[in-house]
C-alpha cells in the first residue's frame, strides 16, 4: 500500500515528463487517493516514533518498521525536543532507544526525499542535515545514561543516532554499516568523530569499501559496547528499566550480566582480524592515489578485491571521506559536525549524491555514472571546495 501511495506521488510529481504515464494513471487516482486518506487515518503522525516515560526513565521508540525506521525530518523534529525535556528534569535517570519490528534499529536517513528537495531547491536539504547533526550531538553530550539497542540494520542515520551515547547493544542480527559511498554522500552523523577511533585504519577501511559488520564483530570492532543475543534482548529491557534510580555503573552491571549469559551464539574471531595488518598497511595513505598504489602494488588477492569495491564508489566520496577521516581523527564531535555539515551542503549542490540515490535507491540499477569517474579526475581544488566555510548565516551552530 505504501509503495502504491509512492508511486502515485512521483508521477504526480513528475507529470510534465510523464503525460502519458499520467494519463493512464488518471483513473486510478481517485482510488489511491482514497487509500491515502485511509492510510493517513490509521496512522496518526505522531506514530512515526513513540515516546514513553517509565518513572524515571524514557523510552524511544523508531516506529516505521515498513521503511526498516528510515529516520526523517519529522521524526528529527519530535525526538530532538522529547530528548532534550527529558535530560532537563533531574528526575530522568536513563533513556532507551530502540527500533520497531524485528529487521532494523534504523536503516539511515530518508535520503530520497533530501535529494529530491534539493533538486527543487527545497529547504528540507538544509534544514535535514542541520537537524540530525544537532540531534546527533544532543546524543554525543547527553548528560543522562542514553542506550541504544542496535538490535538489526543500524546504518548511516542510524548509527547516528546510536554511536555516540554512552551505551549500545548489538545482537546477531546487528548489521552495521557506513555505505555513503555508494552513494555519492560521505560517512557523516559524527563519522568523522567516531570512525578514526575504532583503532588502526579501521574506520577509514569501513567508510571507503562500506563493508558491513554483523552480530558480535559489531562489538568486537567497538561500534557496540555491548553484545546480547537477540531473545535476551526483551529481558534485558525489562531488567534496565526495572532498577530504581539507576547510574551508569548499575547499567553498566546489568549489561555486563546480559552479556556474559549470552552464549548461544558462538564467539569467533573477529571477522576482519586476519585482515588488519593489511588494512592498517595499505589504507595507511594521505591521498586515495597512495591507498590504490598500495592495494596494486601488494597485488594480493584480498587487495584486488579490495581495489575493485572502491572503484565501484564516488571518487569525490572517496577523497572527501578520507580527508574528513584524517582530519576528524583529532578534532571534537562538535568540530566535525559543523566539518560535516559544510560537506553536506556540497554534496547537495554536486552531482554525485544525486547520481548514487537515482542508481542505488530509485532505479536500482546499479550503475552509477560518477561525475568526476575516477580519482585522478578529483582535483585537490574540488576536494578543498567541500570543506570550505559556508556563508555564515548557512553554518552550522552547536
Ligand atoms: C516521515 O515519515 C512519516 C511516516 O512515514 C510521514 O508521515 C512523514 O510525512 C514523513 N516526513 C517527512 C518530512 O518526510
Ligand atoms: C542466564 O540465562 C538463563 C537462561 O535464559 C537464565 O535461567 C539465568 O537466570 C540467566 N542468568 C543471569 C545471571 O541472568
Not at 528534569?89 to 535529494?115: L, N
Not at 570512525?195 to 570492532?221: E, N, Q, S, W
Not at 546480547?228 to 525489562?238: A, G, H, R, S, W
Not at 601488494?298 to 581495489?307: N, R
Request: aromatic share 8%; with cysteine.
Amino acid at each position: 500500500m505504501y509503495e502504491l501511495i509512492v508511486l502515485f506521488c512521483l508521477v504526480e510529481k513528475e507529470g510534465k515528463d510523464l503525460e502519458m504515464l499520467r494519463k493512464s494513471v488518471e483513473r486510478l487516482t481517485v482510488v489511491i487517493k482514497h487509500v491515502k486518506i485511509k492510510a493517513n487515518m490509521c496512522t496518526s503522525a505522531s506514530d512515526e516514533v513513540l515516546f514513553q516515560k517509565i518513572d524515571t526513565k524514557g523510552v524511544v521508540t523508531l516506529n516505521r518498521p515498513k521503511a526498516l525506521n528510515a529516520l526523517n525530518l519529522s521524526m528529527i523534529r519530535k525526538i530532538f525536543p522529547v530528548l532534550t525535556e527529558w535530560e532537563n528534569d533531574p528526575k530522568t535517570k536513563m533513556v532507551i532507544i530502540k527500533g520497531a519490528g524485528d529487521k532494523a534499529f534504523c536503516a539511515g536517513g530518508d535520503v530520497r526525499a533530501v535529494t529530491e528537495a534539493g533538486k527543487e531547491g527545497d529547504r528540507l536539504a538544509q534544514d535535514f542535515f542541520k537537524e540530525e547533526y544537532i540531534l546527533n550531538n544532543k546524543i554525543g553530550t547527553y548528560e543522562v545514561p542514553y542506550i541504544a539497542f542496535i538490535n538489526g540494520i543500524t546504518m548511516g542515520g542510524g548509527v547516528g543516532l546510536s554511536v555516540h551515547g554512552a551505551f549500545r547493544v548489538a545482537s546477531e542480527k546487528t548489521v552495521f554499516a557506513m555505505p555513503e559511498t555508494a552513494i555519492g554522500l560521505f560517512p557523516d552523523v559524527g563519522g568523522g568523530h567516531f570512525l578514526p577511533r575504532l583503532g588502526g585504519k579501521l574506520g577509514i577501511y569501513l567508510a571507503l569499501t562500506g563493508f558491513r559488520l554483523k552480530g558480535r564483530d559489531v562489538h568486537k570492532a567497538g561500534v557496540a559496547t555491548h553484545f546480547v543475543q537477540d531473545n535476551k534482548m526483551e529481558e534485558l529491557e525489562k531488567s534496565l528499566l526495572e532498577i530504581t534510580d539507576p547510574t551508569a555503573q548499575d547499567i553498566h552491571h546489568v549489561l555486563d550480566k546480559f552479556q556474559k549469559n549470552s552464549t548461544d551464539i558462538p564467539d569467533k574471531d573477529f571477522i576482519l582480524a586476519k585482515d588488519m595488518e593489511k588494512i592498517n598497511r595499505l589504507f595507511d595513505g594521505k591521498t586515495m592515489e597512495e591507498i590504490y598504489q598500495n592495494l596494486e602494488q601488494d597485488g594480493s588477492e584480498w587487495a584486488t578485491t579490495q581495489l575493485n569495491t572502491l572503484k565501484k564508489m564516488s571518487p569525490t566520496s572517496m577523497k572527501v571521506t578520507l580527508r574528513q577521516l584524517l582530519e576528524g581523527e583529532t578534532m571534537t564531535l562538535q568540530d566535525c559536525l559543523v566539518m560535516e555539515y559544510r560537506i553536506s551542503q556540497r554534496c547537495i549542490e554536486d552531482h554525485d549524491f544525486y547520481e548514487g540515490v537515482r542508481a542505488v535507491l530509485v532505479d536500482r540499477d546499479q550503475s552509477p555514472k560518477w561525475k568526476p569517474a575516477v580519482i585522478e579526475g578529483v582535483t585537490p581544488q574540488r576536494v578543498e571546495w567541500y570543506f570550505s566555510p559556508l556563508p555564515e548565516e548557512r553554518e552550522l551552530q552547536l
